[in-house]
């Protein structure tokens, strides 16, 4: 599961920011974030747990182990997560989001995708 997740966090990674570069800016901040839930997913099989696939449960336990809890991460990257996910809600569900936003977005989206894949790596 997890190199499937991780294929699939880097497809989506690449998505957004075609679909950034198109003007596309609803679409990239839905694929940006499709990217990190993919990438939080990756890193919770890769170490040994097994969560039910919804967003909220992955993402809680994703910040509340290794935000929280571990320090893996920066406690900034909590908040880039629930931006992803404000932004894509409001992509898909509101009312859109601007150019800015949308790119905003795909930086967060890029930097928690490295730094996860990093924490990945050191563990294998």
Same mark, same amino acid.
């Given at each position: 599961? *997890?190199?499937?997740?991780?294929? +699939? !966090?880097?497809?989506? %990674?690449? &998505?957004?920011? =075609?679909?950034?570069?198109?003007? %596309?800016?609803?679409?990239? !901040?839905?694929?940006?974030?499709?990217?990190?839930?993919?990438?939080?997913?990756?890193?919770?099989? +890769? /170490?040994?747990?097994?969560? !039910?696939?919804?967003?909220?449960?992955?993402?809680?336990?994703?910040?509340?182990?290794?935000?929280?809890?571990? /320090?893996?991460?920066?406690?900034?990257?909590?908040?880039?997560?629930?931006? %992803?996910?404000?932004?894509?809600? *409001? !992509? &898909?569900?509101?009312?859109? =989001?601007?150019? /800015?936003?949308?790119? @905003?977005? %795909?930086? &967060?989206?890029?930097?928690?995708?490295? @730094? =996860?894949?990093?924490?990945?790596?050191?563990? @294998?």
């Amino acid at each position: 599961m *997890q190199e499937t997740f991780l294929i +699939s !966090a880097n497809e989506n %990674l690449k &998505d957004a920011e =075609i679909l950034f570069e198109h003007e %596309l800016y609803n679409a990239s !901040a839905n694929r940006a974030y499709y990217s990190v839930f993919h990438a939080t997913l990756a890193t919770l099989f +890769s /170490k040994g747990y097994n969560p !039910a696939i919804e967003h909220r449960t992955v993402l809680s336990l994703f910040c509340n182990e290794f935000i929280n809890k571990k /320090k893996c991460f920066p406690s900034t990257f909590k908040r880039m997560i629930y931006e %992803l996910r404000h932004a894509r809600n *409001q !992509a &898909d569900y509101g009312s859109g =989001i601007s150019r /800015k936003i949308s790119n @905003n977005r %795909l930086k &967060d989206s890029k930097e928690l995708l490295e @730094n =996860i894949l990093k924490e990945i790596n050191n563990e @294998n």
